[in-house]
């Protein structure tokens, strides 16, 4: 009880900094008679949020597992202070606060955009997207829940791919380009930094055409570990080692999306990308290939082929999905998933394949 009372209270204080902060922008724009207060807030502050809840069946080293679960409910709000000027604030109620940060934009256009505070990270093309556009009912590929400090790394710890820090973005060249760099604390959400080096972030997008991109990422660090990794045994809690990234990818996707028109303007997709980091001495690397494909009505076919190897040094270590599933957009952003995920693991991991049934809801708003 103490601890929902304790999110509900946090949320409390993020709605009332939005409503100093609408205030502060009114004060800002002259207007020749006074205008509505309400009205006025209303028009600067949105409030968005989904929620993902479902079912998983799978069999890893003979054992059947089978439960309901609740993935995410997330709720957050964006504070226009000006037109160049806006807060975020987002909140877990299933986790913990995900997001808080401002964007300031400098130049007239979107050439230049600067971003402070705690957000997801631009390593990677996936991790960046929300959960809500993206084909899987696990989210992210396997390679970019590890190397992006998702959760499955227990040196980095469970961190959501997001991080505090100082980052500057925009489009240059009519938008034929895409900048992310960003300088971050490297050890995760919520958490205060526990070495003095800082992480450095880059992505560079090239944009064709309509609805074709590619991207190339990069992640030069220093962790400190929260945990041990039984793949890589020399490093220890509280070791600083090194931390590098990079990713290369590319996706096209036939029409833009367009939640008015979720039936007729749904797009085929498909998204590629490799990767590889190291952590200390260990290398680790995968990729993965992800299909979607309207079929009828408000019917998508999506398909899912996967790797990745924690540590390329030691055989064992690898792990190999292949899925494929059907998905139903009911209303806008809310559809309804079904997936089945051939498992095909290294030794060192589980001592058989297995097979992995999900099925979720998505309601978002």
Not at 132 to 147: F, K, M, N, P, R
Not at 341 to 347: I, P, Q, Y
Request: with cysteine.
């Amino acid at each position: 009880m103490k601890q929902k009372t304790n999110k509900w209270r946090t949320l409390a204080v993020a709605l009332a900094v939005f409503s100093s902060v609408a205030a502060m922008g009114q004060q800002t724009e002259k207007k020749s008679k006074e205008p509505n207060w309400m009205k006025e807030l209303t028009s600067r502050i949105t409030l968005n949020g989904y929620a993902q809840a479902g079912w998983s069946y799978q069999n890893p080293n003979g054992v059947n597992t089978n439960s309901y679960n609740l993935k995410r409910t997330l709720l957050w709000a964006k504070a226009r202070i000006t037109d160049r000027w806006s807060f975020l604030f987002m909140h877990d109620f299933s986790s913990v606060v995900q997001e808080f940060y401002t964007d300031y934009r400098l130049t007239k256009g979107n050439e230049l955009t600067v971003r402070l505070g705690q957000f997801k990270h631009s390593y990677t093309m996936e991790n960046p997207l929300s959960p809500t556009q993206l084909e899987l009912i696990d989210v992210y590929s396997q390679a970019v829940l590890y190397l992006a400090g998702e959760g499955p790394d227990p040196l980095n710890g469970v961190n959501y791919g997001r991080d505090m820090g100082l980052e500057v973005y925009g489009d240059l060249a009519k938008g034929l380009f895409h900048y992310e760099l960003a300088l971050m604390s490297g050890q995760g959400i919520n958490r205060r930094d526990l070495n003095n080096q800082k992480d450095f972030i880059a992505k560079l997008e090239v944009r064709p055409m309509t609805g074709f991109r590619i991207v190339a990422s990069g992640y030069l660090g220093t962790g400190c570990a929260v945990n041990k990794a039984a793949w890589n045994p020399d490093i220890q809690v509280g070791d600083n080692y090194k931390r590098n990234r990079y990713s290369v990818g590319a996706e096209y996707k036939t029409r833009p999306y367009s939640p008015a028109k979720y039936k007729e303007a749904r797009s085929a997709s498909i998204r590629a990308e490799w990767l590889g980091g190291q952590d200390g001495d260990v290398g680790s690397r995968g990729g993965y290939a992800t299909f979607c494909i309207p079929v009828v009505d408000a019917l998508d076919v999506v398909a899912s082929g996967e790797t990745f190897d924690r540590n390329t040094k030691v055989d064992g270590w690898d792990q190999t999905n292949l899925t494929i599933g059907l998905q139903y957009w009911f209303y806008k952003k809310c559809r309804v998933q079904f997936q089945y995920t051939r498992c095909l693991v290294g030794e060192n991991i589980s001592s058989n394949n297995y097979n992995w049934l999900q099925a979720q809801v998505q309601v978002a708003f």
